[in-house]
């Protein structure tokens, strides 16, 4: 099974549908993470305001941080590797790294109508 990481920057909330304003890019990532762990992968998603020691303890995040201090951040992991820092994955990087089709990722489809399809 597929692990996703999401190392997010001190931010209020992750779904980006807080505060003043609706931030677009934390909704495209709070999606694309929902119909990946909707479909079989495992998601796990931390904030640097509210998991600061899981920050601390992955060594890859903390050499990222101690390197390139929050300008690291948001850090994307699968399957143990660092594939992203400084933005949030694009659908075509998510399918690529997950081996999931990109159109599961850019339909505008719910949760329970995601259809999942592992390439090989």
């Known amino acids: 099974m597929k692990k996703v990481e999401v190392y997010d920057p001190a931010i209020c909330c992750s779904t980006g549908v807080c505060g003043p304003s609706v931030d677009p890019a934390l909704t495209k990532v709070a999606k694309q993470l929902a119909v990946l762990e909707a479909n079989g992968l495992k998601v796990e998603r931390y904030n640097l305001s509210n998991d600061t020691q899981v920050f601390v303890e992955n060594e890859k995040v ?3 941080l101690q390197k390139e201090g929050e300008l690291a951040l948001p850090l994307t992991i699968v399957d143990g590797e660092v594939k992203k820092t ?17 159109s599961l990722l850019t339909e505008n489809k719910t949760k329970a109508d995601a259809r999942f399809t ?3």
Do not use: N, Q, R
């Open 86 to 102: 400084k933005a949030y994955p694009t659908e075509s990087e998510f399918a690529e790294w997950c081996g999931v089709e990109e």
């Open 118 to 120: 592992i390439l090989d």
């Open 62 to 64: 903390s050499a990222h």
